[in-house]
């Protein structure tokens, strides 16, 4: 059974930083894909970053630059690296897992069976 579990989020004032984490259990993590997606209110939950099994990342046009997606040297711990932050990256971030995901579908969310529960983020201007 995968679990996912979020932890890093917070309040921050815009150009600040956040670090959020996703602790996974149950898997090997070289056989799967891994992502982050965030949610703010009455909106859809949209890709943020993902990377695959080999470490390749992939990242949405609003946040290249500024996020950057990687695994711990245990494997069993995924990052996102928030930089330079903007009032519009408010939401709820969740951590993301399957075994494949294709190429052109990283930034998806259907394809991805496993969820963690998120963690909030919160940019003041």
């Known amino acids: 059974q995968v679990q996912l579990v979020e932890s890093g989020g917070g309040s921050v004032q815009a150009g600040g930083s956040l670090r959020l984490s996703c602790l996974a259990s149950g898997y090997t993590y070289n056989m799967y894909c891994m992502a982050w997606f965030r949610q703010a209110p009455g909106k859809e939950r949209e890709g943020v970053a993902s990377i695959d099994s080999g470490g390749v990342p992939t990242y949405a046009d609003s946040v290249k630059g500024r996020f950057t997606i990687s695994v711990g040297n245990a494997k069993n711990t995924l990052f996102l690296q928030m930089d330079s932050l903007k009032p519009e990256d408010t939401a709820m971030y969740y951590c993301?897992?399957?075994?494949?995901?294709?190429?052109?579908?990283?930034?998806?969310?259907?394809?991805?069976?496993?969820w963690g529960q998120g963690t909030q983020v919160t940019v003041s201007s």
């Open positions: 993301a897992a399957d075994l494949w995901v294709g190429s052109s579908q990283r930034l998806d969310k259907a394809p991805y069976s496993y």
